[in-house]
């Protein structure tokens, strides 16, 4: 018999896979921006190009290759964390960013050790918190979608410069973001009197 998938997201053995490739991805990318830009500002005027080029192609890599090293040492310690723990919850990713963060660190002495993972325990605390923030968004904005938006019908002005009977349909609007719950306020148009 197989066993069950896990509910979301990827198994751990191929998550560190994953997350070593993300990474790298994200460090190549980036690091070659970052150090194009820096070798065009820091060469000379007229070899402005060739430096650019150089210095791209001297730290682009060591720069993918410690963003790989960093994905794969997190990825295999939250799935060390999810085996651990048997949950799968936003404690699981903190944990292992402040311990990832904090063992990048350990040549530098204690004091580096700890700003660093404190450090990374309050950014990957902080995405965390906004893949919180929209799931709850998404299913406040999933449990809305029956209600509709009427707007009002403007009556057509007659030749004596009065107006017809207005219409009183409802508009449905709103919600109440900070405590999660779905609240509506109901807004009636107003009708407008002939003159």
């Known amino acids: 018999m197989r066993t069950p998938a896990p509910p979301s997201g990827t198994p751990c053995p191929y998550k560190i896979i994953q997350e070593t490739g993300l990474c790298f991805a994200a460090g190549l990318l ?4 970052y150090h194009f830009i820096y070798g065009a500002r820091t060469s000379p005027r007229g070899h ?32 060390g964390m999810h085996y651990l723990r048997h949950k799968k919850d936003p404690w699981n990713s903190t944990t292992a960013a402040a311990v990832t963060c904090g ?7 204690v004091w580096p050790v700890v700003r660093s993972a404190v450090s990374g325990a309050g950014l990957a605390a902080l995405f965390e918190g906004s ?12 449990m809305r979608k029956d209600t509709t938006v009427n707007y009002p019908k403007f009556p057509a002005a007659s030749m004596e410069g009065g107006a017809a009977g207005g219409g009183g349909e409802k508009e449905e609007i709103g919600f109440d973001l900070l405590l999660g719950e779905v609240g509506t306020k109901v807004l009636e148009s107003f009708d407008t009197a002939g003159v």
């Open 30 to 33: 980036g690091g070659t921006a």
């Open 48 to 79: 402005k190009l060739l430096g650019a080029i150089q210095t791209m192609r001297m730290n682009a890599p060591r720069t993918a290759a410690r963003l790989g090293t960093w994905g794969a040492l997190y990825g295999a310690l939250e799935c």
């Open 103 to 109: 063992l990048f660190e350990v040549r530098r002495g």
């Open 131 to 142: 893949l919180i923030f929209g799931d709850r968004l998404m299913l406040m904005l999933a």
